[in-house]
């Protein structure tokens, strides 16, 4: 390890906690250079959930790559990219009544967060934006300016000007009514906050511990936004492309955004892409007004085109609802039922473990070391790092599954008994 921790910069984090040379990766499992397997349950923070290397996609890839086809091409014109259009239209767009314009962004999500909110202040022609306590966005300036946690934000100053940060229901937040909240906000001429010109929200706060938004919150925040003419974006960058069960989360709540964000997942199999979905009617760009070299990665229009294919010949919608249904029922019957300190949330293939109450921020740290050490890759997150964050492929196969959820529960066992 002796080169990267001599050359490689001290801002390495995920390499702290799994602490060895990997290899190679098939499916849910991830190989070291010694050849030692270990269960992905963080799914590259989201960016594989169709598995490692999956074969469909790979093949798609694959051959392009043979017929010397293009792999960069700015805004152009290209076969790839008409593909992936028509594809995204015919099988997602267009059966859900959702009438969007693509706008192709720089090769990650943040550059889709920073895009959202300028979009939104040209078109309203105001400067602020309302996000919510324990978001998370991005970590260019713009999306920093609507991410909750400060220990990120803490070398970047003056981030948060023209930003109002709402309470989410959750924790203390979940005793009021937190539209009520902002509507009062808005009403009110001498709050000392003004009108944004956008709302954005997760519906999981995913970073900010797995908090999953209820349907009528997320419904009521629609309406809030018609009512005073701002812009509603959807960030679905972690908890999108099938991640909650249906494709997009917002579908459970029966809304449709103003604008959507998409990243990690959306390119099948890993590659830099992200995307901003706005209505017709937000499509007030000049030609060139926001652009980016790499807005074009046709290998990441290939692989998203497969992995729309590859969603309809397996069906993985209905894995995903029986997969939850295990998950759900593992994390209640054996890891909530250790101690009434343990809170267990979630939804679809993304649950979190919430440990706050034992008081010890360092012991979700512990547990997933010794999750390691028993062949486990999952991570923490939230207030404090204080919730342990499931995110498995939705591909992962049943078995691998519940070996690794029995890992978690022997790392608990062992942790709390020490």
């Not at 190989?31 to 010694?34: A, H, K, L, R």
């Not at 309302?130 to 324990?134: E, K, L, Q, R, T």
């Not at 909650?244 to 459970?252: A, L, V």
């Not at 980016?292 to 290939?302: H, M, V």
């Given at each position: 390890?002796?080169?990267?921790?001599?050359?490689?910069?001290?801002?390495?984090?995920y390499?702290?906690?799994?602490?060895v040379?990997?290899?190679?990766?098939?499916?849910?499992?991830i190989?070291?250079?010694?050849g030692?397997a270990?269960?992905d349950?963080?799914?590259?923070a989201?960016?594989?959930?169709y598995g490692h290397?999956n074969d469909y996609?790979k093949q798609?890839v694959?051959?392009?790559?043979?017929?010397?086809?293009?792999?960069?091409?700015?805004?152009?014109?290209?076969?790839?990219k008409?593909?992936f259009?028509?594809k995204f239209?015919?099988?997602l767009?267009?059966?859900?009544?959702l009438?969007y314009?693509?706008q192709?962004?720089?090769p990650?999500g943040?550059?889709?967060v920073?895009?959202?909110l300028?979009?939104?202040?040209?078109?309203?022609?105001r400067p602020g934006i309302?996000?919510?306590?324990?978001g998370?966005?991005?970590m260019?300036?713009?999306?920093l300016?609507v991410s909750?946690n400060?220990?990120?934000?803490?070398?970047a100053f003056?981030?948060?000007n023209?930003?109002?940060?709402?309470?989410?229901?959750?924790g203390?937040?979940?005793?009021?009514?937190?539209?009520?909240?902002?509507?009062?906000?808005?009403?009110d001429?001498?709050?000392?906050i003004?009108?944004?010109?956008a709302?954005?929200?997760?519906?999981?706060?995913?970073?900010g511990?797995?908090i999953?938004a209820?349907?009528?919150?997320?419904?009521?925040?629609?309406?809030?936004?018609?009512?005073?003419?701002i812009l509603?974006?959807?960030?679905d960058?972690?908890v999108?492309c099938?991640r909650?069960?249906?494709?997009?989360?917002?579908?459970?709540a029966?809304?449709i955004?103003?604008?959507?964000v998409?990243?990690?997942?959306?390119?099948?199999?890993?590659?830099?892409m992200?995307l901003l979905?706005f209505k017709p009617?937000?499509?007030?760009?000049e030609p060139?007004?926001h652009n980016?070299?790499?807005?074009?990665?046709?290998?990441?229009?290939?692989g998203?085109?497969?992995?729309?294919e590859?969603?309809e010949?397996t069906n993985?919608?209905q894995e995903v609802k029986?997969?939850?249904?295990?998950?759900?029922?593992?994390?209640?019957?054996?890891?909530a039922s250790?101690?009434?300190k343990?809170?267990?949330?979630g939804?679809?293939?993304?649950w979190?473990i919430?440990?706050?109450?034992?008081g010890?921020?360092?012991?979700?740290k512990?547990?997933?070391?010794?999750?390691?050490?028993l062949?486990?890759?999952?991570?923490?997150?939230?207030?404090?790092n204080?919730v342990?964050k499931?995110?498995?492929?939705?591909t992962i196969?049943?078995s691998?599954?519940?070996?690794?959820?029995f890992i978690i529960k022997q790392?608990f066992d062992?942790?709390l008994?020490?």
């Open positions: 390890m002796n080169i990267f921790e001599q050359r490689e910069s001290n801002v390495r984090s390499c702290r906690n799994f602490p040379l990997f290899h190679r990766a098939k499916g849910s499992l190989y070291s250079e010694s030692e270990y269960i349950f963080l799914a590259g989201g960016a594989l959930n290397n996609i798609k694959i051959s392009y790559l043979e017929a010397d086809a293009i792999t960069h091409g700015l805004d152009f014109y290209t076969s790839a008409e593909k259009l028509s239209f015919e099988t767009l267009y059966p859900r009544g009438d314009r693509v192709f962004c720089g990650t943040t550059n889709a920073e895009a959202a300028k979009l939104a202040r040209k078109i309203k022609k309302f996000s919510f306590m324990g998370y966005h991005g260019t300036l713009g999306s300016s909750g400060l220990e990120i934000k803490a070398g003056g981030t948060s023209h930003v109002s940060f709402m309470p989410y229901p959750h203390f937040m979940e005793k009021i009514d937190t539209i009520e909240f902002i509507e009062a906000v808005l009403n001429v001498n709050s000392g003004e009108k944004p010109a709302i954005i929200f997760e519906t999981v706060q995913a970073e511990g797995v999953v209820p349907i009528e919150w997320m419904q009521k925040l629609r309406q809030l936004c018609d009512r005073h003419d509603l974006i959807c960030d960058i972690q999108g099938g909650t069960g249906s494709f997009f989360s917002f579908e459970r029966n809304i955004p103003d604008m959507v998409l990243s990690k997942s959306i390119s099948g199999y890993g590659f830099p992200s979905l009617e937000l499509d007030v760009w060139g007004e980016g070299t790499f807005r074009g990665n046709q290998l990441a229009f290939i998203a085109a497969a992995a729309l590859y969603r010949i993985i919608e029986a997969k939850e249904s295990f998950l759900r029922n593992f994390l209640i019957d054996k890891i250790i101690s009434d343990v809170k267990i949330r939804i679809g293939l993304i979190g919430d440990i706050t109450d034992f010890d921020n360092s012991l979700t512990k547990i997933i070391s010794r999750c390691f050490e062949g486990l890759i999952v991570e923490r997150t939230g207030r404090n204080t342990i499931i995110l498995p492929p939705l196969e049943m691998i599954l519940e070996k690794g959820c790392a062992e942790c008994t020490k």
